[in-house]
T-cell receptor
Framework: GEDVEQSLFLSVREGDSSVINCTYTDSSSTYLYWYKQEPGAGLQLLTY?????DMKQDQRLTVLLNKKDKHLSLRIADTQTGDSAIYFC?????????????FGKGTKLSVIP | NAGVTQTPKFRILKIGQSMTLQCTQD?????MYWYRQDPGMGLKLIYYSVGAGITDKGEVPNGYNVSRSTTEDFPLRLELAAPSQTSVYFC????????????FGNGTRLTVT
């Protein structure tokens, strides 16, 4: 079955860039997503990328996709304490028709003031 | 601008008790989903629905039931609560097209003792 892998923890200093990495196994993935979860809250969509793109930029966020290696990354420029959260990578299974998402286990980003 | 609303936010059940987790969305989305989130384990799909009257099992359906009598509502039923069902439950919805993201509620934290 499909699998999405992420490292569990990342710690950065305020003002530095954060890079959160993700690998996936489903070569037919059409869309890949990054969600942010703050403590006690639901998942908030940050950004997504279509599989025929290799980069997408949205303000402080840059998503890079290496489809050959099935590797996705999220770069947060000028990381702030408000960016401390759990970040989930997810891929969409388009073939089944249900458009389910398969999620990684999440990367907990801690920002040190 | 409600989006996806889940109730209750918290609940404690005794083993063997039953309860229904409520989920409603006001975005006229056809697709709705129930996920559970266990610490360090990401999100697992319990059930999903592609429209009123249609439901299907996800990855971890045992011990749960769902119904979808209207487009707006997608309740999740636990008939005989077990400690293994202690988790945070998230409801989500989407338009159901290949490029539409999932919108999440804020979750229900359930403890079974």
């Amino acid at each position: 079955g499909e699998d999405v892998e992420q490292s569990l923890f990342l710690s950065v200093r305020e003002g530095d860039s954060s890079v959160i990495n993700c690998t996936y196994t489903d070569s037919s993935s059409t869309y890949l997503y990054w969600y942010k979860q703050e403590p006690g809250a639901g998942l908030q969509l940050l950004t997504y990328i279509f599989s025929n793109m290799d980069m997408k930029q949205d303000q402080r966020l840059t998503v890079l996709l290496n489809k050959k290696d099935k590797h996705l990354s999220l770069r947060i420029a000028d990381t702030q304490t408000g960016d401390s959260a759990i970040y989930f990578c997810a891929e969409k299974e388009a073939g089944a028709g249900s458009y389910q998402l398969t999620f990684g286990k999440g990367t907990k980003l801690s920002v040190i003031p | 601008n409600a989006g996806v609303t889940q109730t209750p936010k918290f609940r404690i059940l005794k083993i063997g008790q039953s309860m229904t987790l409520q989920c409603t969305q006001d975005m006229n989305h056809n697709y709705m989903y129930w996920y559970r989130q266990d610490p360090g384990m990401g999100l697992k799909l319990i059930y999903y629905s592609v429209g009123a009257g249609i439901t299907d099992k996800g990855e971890v359906p045992n011990g749960y039931n769902v119904s979808r009598s209207t487009t707006e509502d997608f309740p999740l039923r636990l008939e005989l609560a077990a400690p293994s069902q202690t988790s945070v439950y998230f409801c989500a919805s989407s338009h159901g097209t290949v490029n539409s993201p999932l919108h999440f509620g804020n979750g229900t934290r359930l403890t079974v003792t």
